[in-house]
């Protein structure tokens, strides 16, 4: 069984997770032209490697980052956004 | 045949030539370099020879002919889609595919099983009609009916799929048929081959290099080759080279996981499918049941399988046919599959003068191999997109003007 690590819940079964994505900023819908929000929108990074994904833990809907590579399906580490030290 | 046979077994040297010729060196240059030497590309290298002459042509395969996703896939071909550029497109893919035994004299096994698109709900329902109509406008053969005629054509069926998702009716498209998907690869391998296209497997492209905006060539595991043009069909590799070319797409890539029973005797004559259940099931001229469901619900870039993954498909499977449940899995395996936010794929131009893709084949690919190859060696020649994938650009994201094909395109939302 593959286990995913919750910040608050602990390791858990990876069934208990929503995946959503890599994290990417948002750029300013008021001032940004259509090719950078279309960009924003639709592109997206989808060479492997380690990446930072939003993960939701769905019983206690904990959101969280976890650092992931995509190539070897192995998590790195996870923890809750602003605690990245 | 047995005099045949009596020549294999009497020679010191192997009497018959192997399929594809093996060659030792890449050349400096070739007219167009095709990246990838599974069914999209080597259908391009074929109609590139057969179509328009051109045989100066060099496919790159990293690994072996058709041995990503061209042999990973569930081998349905059908065309019953949902938009009018999904509709044409496969249908031509189809009739295509009805003749190539022949074209190749070689046995695909392609078998016309008729297809059933299960609907368990009136929202599915309403979808099955939409896309009847709009098959049906375009001269394909699809129709709507009831679950008595499921039931008549697969009397082994639980209609009411374990009590909890009843079969309210089903899309039934009667051209839906099953191949042999190696041999549609070796086919067209083959007959680039004979018409003077190299095929060189064990090569993988390290770079590509662009001056001014152009392709000028392509960096490899054996050496630098110069070209004008260069076709990228990589299914799930297709942002690594998009990388190495300097350009954004939207492809994202999750394995695609499928599996066969043990053999058994002939009982299931057509293909079936539920989106709701997500599954789709035919039975292989071995007697195999071949399974898929829908993708892995987060992106990985690799071939690795899970085990949730059988006993989720396996459970579906049971609702449909519980006589199964002593039946065992033999194989499972997955596939890299390069998704796309409206579920149609992205053929043709690029940013880049010369570099044409053939990619975001996600779930989808296979039944499109002949007319992939016939597009895009079209569109490699004539440096524009032809008629039949203008639907399929690159260029429709950053128009906002997608083609919306995800009501047909696979299962499991």
């Given at each position: 069984?593959?286990?995913?690590?919750?910040?608050?819940?602990?390791?858990?079964?990876?069934?208990?997770?929503?995946?959503?994505?890599?994290?990417?900023?948002?750029?300013d819908a008021d001032t940004c032209s259509d090719d950078q929000w279309a960009e924003y929108v639709f592109h997206r990074n989808g060479a492997p490697g380690v990446k930072k994904e939003w993960w939701c833990h769905t019983p206690s809907n904990t959101w969280f980052i976890a650092e992931r590579d995509t190539e070897k399906d192995k998590v790195l580490r996870t923890y809750l956004h602003g605690d990245d030290k | 045949m047995p005099w045949r046979l009596l020549r294999f077994g009497l020679s010191k040297s192997h009497p018959e030539p192997r399929m594809f010729t093996a060659h030792d060196k890449l050349k400096p240059s070739y007219d167009v370099v095709i990246i990838?030497?599974?069914?999209?590309?080597?259908?391009?290298?074929?109609?590139?020879?057969?179509?328009?002459?051109?045989?100066?042509?060099?496919?790159?395969?990293k690994g072996y002919i058709g041995g990503g996703n061209t042999g990973r896939n569930t081998t349905i071909i059908r065309s019953n889609y949902l938009t009018p550029e999904g509709v044409k497109f496969y249908d031509k893919s189809v009739q295509l595919y009805q003749d190539l035994s022949t074209e190749f004299d070689l046995n695909l096994f392609y078998s016309t099983r008729g297809h059933f698109t299960l609907a368990h709900t009136d929202s599915a329902m309403r979808t099955m009609r939409w896309r009847a109509e709009v098959n049906k406008h375009y001269g394909i053969a699809s129709e709507v009916v009831g679950p008595e005629e499921?039931?008549?054509?697969?009397?082994?069926?639980?209609?009411?799929?374990?009590?909890?998702?009843?079969?309210?009716?089903?899309?039934?498209?009667?051209?839906?048929?099953?191949?042999?998907?190696?041999?549609?690869?070796?086919?067209?391998?083959?007959?680039?081959?004979?018409?003077?296209?190299?095929?060189?497997?064990?090569?993988?492209?390290?770079g590509i290099e662009v001056k001014g905006g152009k392709v000028v060539g392509v960096h490899t595991t054996k050496g630098?080759?110069?070209?004008?043009?260069?076709?990228?069909?990589?299914a799930g590799f297709t942002p690594r080279i998009t990388d190495m070319v300097g350009f954004k797409t939207p492809i994202f890539v999750h394995p695609l996981q499928a599996m066969v029973s043990e053999p058994m005797k002939p009982w299931l004559d057509?293909?079936?499918?539920?989106?709701?259940?997500?599954?789709?099931?035919?039975?292989?001229?071995?007697?195999?049941?071949?399974m898929g469901a829908s993708l892995d619900p987060y992106e990985v870039q690799s071939t690795r399988s899970t085990l949730d993954f059988p006993e989720g498909l396996a459970a579906h499977l049971l609702d449909m046919f519980p006589f199964l449940s002593h039946s065992k899995v033999v194989r499972?395996?997955?596939?890299?599959?390069?998704m796309t936010p409206d579920f149609a794929p992205i053929m043709g131009m690029t940013p880049v003068e010369g570099f044409y893709l053939d990619s975001g084949w996600g779930t989808?690919?296979?039944?499109?191999?002949?007319?992939?190859?016939?597009?895009?060696?079209?569109?490699?020649?004539n440096d524009k997109p032809h008629e039949l994938i203008t639907g399929f650009s690159l260029d429709r994201f950053r128009n906002y003007s997608l083609t919306g094909e995800k009501g047909a395109a696979s299962v499991g939302h």
């Open positions: 069984m593959k286990l995913m690590t919750c910040p608050i819940n602990g390791t858990r079964p990876i069934s208990e997770f929503a995946y959503w994505g890599e994290i990417r900023p948002a750029p | 990838g030497g599974g069914g999209h590309g080597l259908a391009s290298a074929y109609y590139l020879a057969r179509d328009h002459g051109i045989t100066n042509v060099a496919v790159l395969e499921v039931k008549r054509q697969t009397p082994q069926i639980d209609l009411s799929c374990g009590g909890h998702a009843p079969i309210q009716g089903a899309l039934y498209h009667a051209p839906g048929a099953v191949a042999r998907h190696d041999a549609v690869a070796w086919g067209y391998g083959r007959g680039a081959d004979m018409r003077g296209a190299e095929i060189h497997q064990q090569t993988a492209v390290t630098f080759i110069s070209t004008n043009k260069v076709i990228c069909a990589v057509t293909i079936l499918v539920s989106g709701s259940l997500h599954i789709y099931v035919s039975q292989s001229a071995r007697g195999e049941l071949v499972q395996w997955a596939g890299m599959a390069d989808w690919g296979f039944k499109a191999t002949p007319v992939c190859g016939k597009t895009m060696a079209w569109t490699a020649v």
